[in-house]
């Protein structure tokens, strides 16, 4: 999520943050190379007219959320172990006229495999959605069932009345 809005002002706080700590900051950017991954967090924060300067000292790692441990290879997961102590994980797919299950691989199953890099990695996982992506809980019968489960099937999810597809 460092290419979205939010997560584009996170990375340029952090950064501003790191500069007293000497703090290294990583992104997981989808791109098909690091330097187009560093071009599309640069244009990115410029159009958000956020202070670019300092991402020349931003890491880029190759990824997807749609992969399992978002696509970062073997060789990048052990280069990282030991040097990352917080994963922060903003990235989600947003269409707010799709369905849950438009969204379920990228949302549901992108946040699973964020906890399991997290985990691989002995670093703590911060994780930011938003509020507005489903409701607390759907009716399955008579009983009233929380949706915030991996295990929620397609036919179980929300109708079309939540949700993104408000």
Partial sequence: GASGFVGGHVVAELLREGQAESRQVWC????????????????????LG??????????????DLNQKMLGVTDQDLEMLRGRVGTVIHLAAKVDLTASYAAHRT?????????????????A?????????VMPRAVRVGREEV??????????????AAHGYAR
């Fill in 50 to 63: 956020l202070e670019t300067s300092s991402f020349s000292e931003v890491q880029c790692l190759l990824g």
């Fill in 146 to 159: 929380e949706v915030f489960d991996l295990n929620l099937t397609e036919e179980e999810a929300p109708d």
């Fill in 28 to 47: 997981i950017v989808r791109e098909n190379t690091l330097k187009g991954a560093k071009k599309k967090l640069q244009l990115s924060t410029h159009k």
């Fill in 106 to 122: 990228a949302n549901v199953f992108g946040t699973r495999e964020a906890c399991r890099l997290a985990g691989s990695l002995g």
């Fill in 124 to 132: 703590r996982l911060l994780h930011v959605s938003t509020t507005d």
